[in-house]
Each structure stands twice: as structure tokens, then as C-alpha cells.
């Protein structure tokens, strides 16, 4: 078969982004080649976002440019991965019968399989002669293929033994040099908390747990190849748990295991140490085991199961960075019920100020700094429930909170059975209120770094600086394609509305190759600084510049900066 070439574009959270690097690697070791031009590519993928409305709209009219091409070249393969896949399944491809693939986000290590299937089918389709008048092959429907898992989530123990996904991530190729120093590793797949608002239980099924081992076998390889920060993945990450006695091995392979519920809030799990691996435990192995990666971060948390023992492990580790991203939804503790989040607003900020005594230390060029999300016009939400939630905003502090209407997702409790009663204005007017209270305290919080010292992360070219080289807004995202998120602001948000963290670094991507076009010879003469974006431990975005010769050098390594000013949110700064 002649090298086939693949254009994939993601959609939505980092936990897609590594799923899109994962299918990628693997689509590479068969032979197929990468493209960041859609119009170029044999293939065409998207990874998919369903969590809120917005996001799978994008997926859609995607889908709709296609429909001319693909009937000029019917040869053309579409595949839909990820949420909207398991959510939709076949109803998508009647919908939208420019679809060729689809595969859902558990069958992901099943896609080359079927993406090969599909590129051989079109090609004899092709080959034979088989097409309509219309320029469509005969057996269209015939060659389709759509992969779902059980979305009536399988028995949690059998998915566990049955997980062939695992052998996605352990299968991972990572090369020297396409991951500019940083890299996702996921510890926990699915979720078990079903709020009532969300699709994750249901599109990526219930939670399992991966083996401790294979976790810090894969930080060692990306360690291997150059990468310094690893983020830990899960969509409650800090609820990572791995009880060895209860482990299941399937041809020699430990598999990831089921959720097994320790609630014990700040106590620590009485079984630590005695065949159990706590979250606490493995962030202590990696940083122990692992010391070349230098950066240990991970996303999502939630708010419940911060034990003491994660605290204290986070103090005590040095590489293990000051920043928590910790959801609140609300501050109503009527809101926080109906969305069934299993805690009140006062727990949620003892929290805060349980996390800040243990990890605060601005003193050291350690402040700690935390993000949350919000949603604002839930069903039934008052006034009322809304001022709880901007006062919550007022005492926690964030560094940026990722604010969202609320968006009716199809299969969740929320769609079923709430009337999304609050009117699209005044879910508009809450979100820019909430937004403007948060802009004002990330500025504050901006201002309060100013002359402070900080070990900051190149992560690449500032997205100013891109401008500054005539890249167009379409370039950039091209550049961006391969497998990564489209939106400029946080890779988790794409459609957010965020203060404070959507600056310029959030164009980076983790796991992505670094991106150095912009630095450009023809930018004009080489001694004009280029300004470079990089983050803090805490994840403050920081802005430098730096000499045009040296910059590229300069991407992927962790240097000493002084903050000299805030300016619009966003910090910057000068080598010490
Ligand atoms: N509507 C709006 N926002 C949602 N989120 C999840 N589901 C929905 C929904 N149906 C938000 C939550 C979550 C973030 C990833 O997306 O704030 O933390
Ligand atoms: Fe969704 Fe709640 Fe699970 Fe987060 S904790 S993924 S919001 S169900």
C-alpha cells in the first residue's frame, strides 16, 4: 500500500490530546505520515469533544466542509474518535454519512485495525469501478464502521481484565524530540461521580486505575527522551488508588483496575503501605524514582478526596509543582446538591485553606496557586445560588477560573430530568459577572508576583511573537493540528470563558513537537529578541525575551526569571 497520510485535529481536554498522540504513534509505526494540511491528507480525523454543546458544534461543521471534498474524492477516509463517537455512534453516521470510522474513546487501540480496513475497502472500491454516477461508491454503507464501547458501562472488573487500552499507553514511542520537554502520562481512565450535568461517566465509562508500575515505567522512557515535566491525567486524578492484591495479570501484563473507593477525606487510607498505592504514593515514587523529570504536575482533582497525606507528599517533594486545579461548579449548596458533587461550599473551601497552610510559601518563590471551573445557569439556579458562587470566587482566590454556561448534555440526569429554565441572557450576564470578578483577582494575584523569582519552563514562541512574524490566525492552528487542541485558550477549556490563564502560553500543547517556524530568519535581523512564553511551577504564564540566536535553544528547559512587570493578566519577565 503507497504511504498513506493522516491530517488529525483534537478537540477538548488534555486527556484527548494524549489519546490523539497515543492513535498517532501507532498510526506512524504502521507507516502512515502526518500532515498539518487537511486538504493534503487521505485521511481525516477528529478527535472529539462532547462535555458541552459548544465544543461538538466545531466537530460538526468540520464534518460539513467535508461533504464537497469527499464527493470529488470519494476515496477520502473520515473518521470521528473520542466522545461525540461513543456518545452518537451510528445515529452519527446516518447523520452525517460523509463518516467512514468511528471509534470511541475505549476502542481507540482497535482504530488502526479499523482505519486500514477502511483505507483497503475505499481503495478496492475505488479499484473495482464501484461508483455511482454521482461520483459515490456503490457500497458506501457497507464499508462504515463504528466502534463503541458498552455504554451501559460494562461490569467494571471484566472491562479492568479486558482492558486492552492499557497496551496503548504502554505501547506509547516516544522520540527525542518531538515533545518540547513536557508530556501527559494518564494514571486513571473514566469517572464514577456522575454529576448530573456530565457526559465523562458515560462516554469514558467507569473508573480504573493503572498499574503503579507501568505508570513509572513510562515517566522513566519519557525521562529517557529528554521530557522534564510530566502531567499526571485522570478526570479525578487524586482519586488514583491501585490495591496489589486485588491486581488481575492477563498474559503476563498487569491489568488497570477497577475504582475502589477509599472516601476517607483528610484521612489517610488506613491499607497505605500494605498493598495499596495511594495518590500520595505514587507522586512520591515518581518524584523518587524519576529524578530527571523535574516537573510533576496532574490535572484533574477533585475536591473530596484531598487527603492530608497528598498535601504533605506535594510539601515535601520538591519537584512535585504548587498548582491545583480543583473544580468547584458553584457555590450554592443548593446548586452543589442537584448537581450531586458530594460536598458544600464550606468543605470545598476548608479545602483551600487546608491546601494553602500546607503548600503556600510565596517566601520561596513558592506561592501556591489554584484554578477552578464553574457553571453558571444550572437548571434552577437563583440569584441568589449565584451570588453564593461569586462570593466563593471572592474567598478562594484562584489564579483563573475556566467559567461556563451550562449546556444540556443528551444521557446525563441533568438532561433528563432538570428544565434548563435559566434564559440564555442571564446565563450570559452571570458568566460575564463572574468573569469580571475573576479578571479582577487574577490581576491582583498577577501584581502580587511582580519582583518575585521564579523557575519558569520555556514551553516555545509567544503567540504575540507569532503575530509579530506574520503568522495568521489559520496558520497557527495549522500548526497546531497534528493532534492538539484548537482554541487559543486552555487546551482543557476550548470553549471556556477564562480569565487569567488564556493568555498567549496556552497556545502551547503538551506532547506536541515544539513549534519554532516563527523564529524566523526572515523575521529581520537575528539579534531582534524573540519573546518566548513559559509557566511557573504554580502555572502562572510568563513572558521573556530572549536574543533570536539563542531562543530555540532555549524551548524546553527550566530557567530562573524575575518578574518585572503584570501587565493584562500576564506576567513578564527577565533571566536572572
Ligand atoms: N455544561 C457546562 N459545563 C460543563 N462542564 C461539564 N459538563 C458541562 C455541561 N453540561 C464543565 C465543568 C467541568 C469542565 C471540564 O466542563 O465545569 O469541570
Ligand atoms: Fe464529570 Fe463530575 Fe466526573 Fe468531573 S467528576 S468528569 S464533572 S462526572
Redesign the pocket.
Known amino acids: 500500500m503507497p504511504q498513506r497520510t493522516v491530517y488529525l485535529e483534537t478537540f477538548g ?1 488534555q486527556m484527548n490530546e494524549l489519546d490523539s498522540e497515543l492513535v498517532a504513534g501507532s498510526l506512524r509505526a504502521l507507516g502512515y505520515a502526518f500532515t498539518t494540511d487537511a486538504s493534503a491528507a487521505d485521511v481525516v480525523l477528529y478527535n472529539t469533544c462532547s ?2 454543546e459548544q465544543a461538538e458544534q466545531k466537530v460538526w461543521s468540520r464534518l460539513g466542509e467535508l461533504k464537497a471534498r469527499k464527493a470529488a474524492h470519494p476515496e477520502l477516509v473520515v473518521g470521528v474518535l473520542g466522545c461525540l463517537a461513543e456518545r452518537d455512534g451510528v445515529d452519527l453516521i446516518k447523520r452525517m454519512p460523509v463518516v467512514d470510522v468511528m471509534c470511541g474513546p475505549g476502542e481507540l487501540d482497535k482504530l488502526p485495525t479499523l482505519l486500514d480496513n477502511a483505507v483497503r475497502t475505499r481503495e478496492s472500491i475505488i479499484a473495482g469501478g464501484t461508483i455511482e454516477p454521482d461520483g459515490r461508491p456503490r457500497i458506501r454503507s457497507a464499508s462504515q464502521v463504528a466502534l463503541q464501547g458498552n455504554t451501559s458501562r460494562r461490569s467494571a472488573t471484566l472491562a479492568a481484565a479486558e482492558d486492552s487500552l492499557e497496551l496503548l499507553d504502554l505501547s506509547r514511542s516516544v522520540s527525542p524530540t518531538d515533545h518540547g520537554g513536557t508530556a501527559y502520562v494518564r494514571i486513571t481512565r473514566g469517572c464514577n461521580k456522575f454529576c448530573t ?3 465523562v461517566p458515560f462516554t469514558r465509562g467507569a473508573e480504573i486505575h493503572r498499574p503503579p508500575d507501568h505508570i513509572i515505567d513510562e515517566c522513566k522512557r519519557l525521562a529517557d527522551a529528554g521530557v522534564i515535566e510530566v502531567t499526571l491525567l485522570g478526570q479525578t486524578v487524586n482519586h488514583y488508588r491501585f490495591e496489589h492484591g486485588a491486581a488481575v495479570t492477563t498474559n503476563g501484563i498487569t491489568q488497570p483496575q477497577k475504582g475502589r473507593a477509599f472516601t476517607g477525606a483528610h484521612r489517610a487510607d488506613p491499607l497505605r503501605g500494605a498493598g495499596v498505592t495511594t495518590f500520595a504514593d505514587l507522586l512520591a515514587r515518581i518524584h523518587d524514582e524519576v529524578p530527571a523529570i523535574k516537573r510533576l504536575r496532574f490535572v ?1 482533582s477533585y475536591p473530596r478526596d484531598f487527603g492530608d497525606d497528598v498535601l504533605q507528599v506535594i510539601r515535601d517533594h520538591p519537584r512535585i509543582c504548587r498548582y491545583l486545579h480543583v ?1 468547584a ?1 458553584s457555590g450554592s449548596d443548593r446548586m452543589l446538591g442537584v448537581m450531586n458533587r458530594g460536598y458544600e461550599a464550606a468543605e470545598y473551601l476548608d479545602f483551600l485553606d487546608r491546601a494553602r497552610a500546607f503548600l503556600d510559601q510565596p517566601e520561596l518563590g513558592r506561592p501556591l496557586m489554584i484554578s477552578g ?3 453558571v445557569g444550572f437548571p434552577s439556579e437563583t440569584d441568589e445560588d449565584f451570588r453564593a458562587t461569586v462570593a466563593l470566587v471572592e474567598r478562594a482566590r484562584y489564579k483563573n477560573a ?1 467559567i ?6 443528551p444521557g ?1 440526569v ?1 438532561y433528563d430530568r432538570m428544565t434548563d429554565d435559566v434564559p440564555e441572557e442571564t446565563k450570559r450576564r452571570r458568566n460575564n459577572e463572574l468573569l469580571a470578578v475573576q479578571a479582577r483577582i487574577s490581576d491582583e494575584i498577577a501584581r502580587e508576583q511582580v519582583g518575585r523569582t521564579f523557575d519558569i519552563m520555556i514551553e516555545g514562541v509567544s503567540k504575540q511573537q507569532k503575530k509579530r512574524a506574520g503568522a495568521s490566525h489559520g496558520q497557527i492552528r495549522k500548526s497546531n493540528a497534528v493532534m492538539l487542541t484548537v482554541g487559543g485558550k486552555d487546551p ?2 476550548d470553549d471556556a470563558s477564562s480569565n487569567g490563564a488564556c493568555g498567549d502560553g496556552c497556545s502551547h500543547v503538551h506532547g506536541a513537537p515544539v513549534d519554532t517556524s516563527h523564529i524566523s530568519h526572515t523575521d529581520g535581523p537575528s539579534n531582534e529578541p524573540v519573546q518566548l512564553s513559559g509557566r511557573t511551577d504554580g502555572d502562572l504564564i510568563v513572558f521573556i525575551d530572549a536574543p533570536a540566536h539563542d531562543a530555540t535553544a532555549l524551548i524546553g528547559r527550566i530557567l530562573p526569571v524575575r518578574v518585572d512587570r503584570a501587565e493584562r493578566l500576564a506576567l513578564h519577565a527577565s533571566f536572572v
Request: with cysteine.
Open positions: 481536554c462535555v458541552r450535568y456530565c457526559v484533574t473544580p461548579q471551573d464553574f457553571i475556566f461556563f454556561k451550562y449546556s444540556p448534555r446525563t441533568a482543557t477549556h
